[in-house]
């Protein structure tokens, strides 16, 4: 599902390159559930947001579903993932202006889909995720564990083939990271969905089956 050849990606700082991402290259299969680890500032949220066509590597291949990435137009790369790709922030990215539902709904609108279908995947998710009292709420209205399973509602309204988490369970407590988890790794084993996922929590990580170690900008397991 994807390759990475020899990613790199640096930034310009007082003149000189300032490596994030040095050599990458990593093979995830169809069905795998990844956890990126490292420590701070070693380039996990980075190589996940290259993954998630949400940034881009300086040098170096992306092949996603056998898709040259790197050499689409903003377009096509945009098609790509709303087709296929789920992403849930650490700190949710909920609009605020919109209540659950809407938010729920979002991608679904961007996709095209007729009114009745949205309201029929929507009103699945409120469901599944038990949170249908709540879907005329805002999302101030609700905890922050509330507010993440709406996140991942929306990055699973699309049924992506691959979902991409930043730290899910950062801003949680334990109970609530665990429902999460469970979740994931649910949507994994039921689902089929691949699953990556940066985590700075090693009992989060053993909720996948793969560890992918960070040091430096580059892969060191
Ligand atoms: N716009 C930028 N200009 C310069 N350096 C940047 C820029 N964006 C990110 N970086 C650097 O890239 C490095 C990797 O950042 P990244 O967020 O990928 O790390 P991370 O491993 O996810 O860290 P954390 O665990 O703290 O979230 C950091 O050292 C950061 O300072």
């Given amino acids: 599902m994807i390759q990475l050849n020899n990613i790199f990606k640096w930034y310009n700082v007082g003149g000189s390159r300032s490596f994030v991402l040095k050599d990458i290259n990593l093979h995830i299969a169809e069905g795998e559930f990844v956890s990126i680890m490292g420590p701070s500032g070693s380039g996990k949220s980075t190589l996940l947001h290259i993954l998630g066509l949400l940034d881009e590597p300086d040098e170096g291949e992306y092949f996603f579903m056998n898709e040259n990435v790197l050499g689409l137009k903003e377009k096509q790369r945009s098609a790509l993932y709303k087709q296929h790709i789920g992403f849930v922030f650490q ?32 009103g699945d998710l409120l469901d599944r995720f038990g949170i249908v009292g709540k879907k005329d709420l805002f999302p101030t209205q609700l905890s922050g564990g509330q507010q993440q399973l709406v996140g991942i509602a929306r990055a699973l309204a699309t049924t992506p083939k691959l979902l991409l988490a930043d730290e899910p369970t950062g801003n ?26 940066v985590t700075h929590s090693e009992k989060n990580a053993e909720y996948g089956n793969r560890i992918v170690e960070l040091l430096d900008g580059q892969v060191v397991k």
């Avoid at 700190?91 to 029929?120: F, M, Q, W």
């Fill in 172 to 197: 949680l407590n334990s109970k609530q990271g665990e429902d999460i988890m469970n979740l994931f790794k649910q949507l994994n084993e039921e689902d089929g969905v691949t699953i990556v996922q």
């Fill in 91 to 122: 700190a949710y990215h909920l609009i605020d202006e919109l209540t659950v539902y809407e938010n729920i709904e979002t991608p679904l609108i961007y996709k095209n889909l007729k009114s009745g279908e949205r309201k029929a995947i929507v």
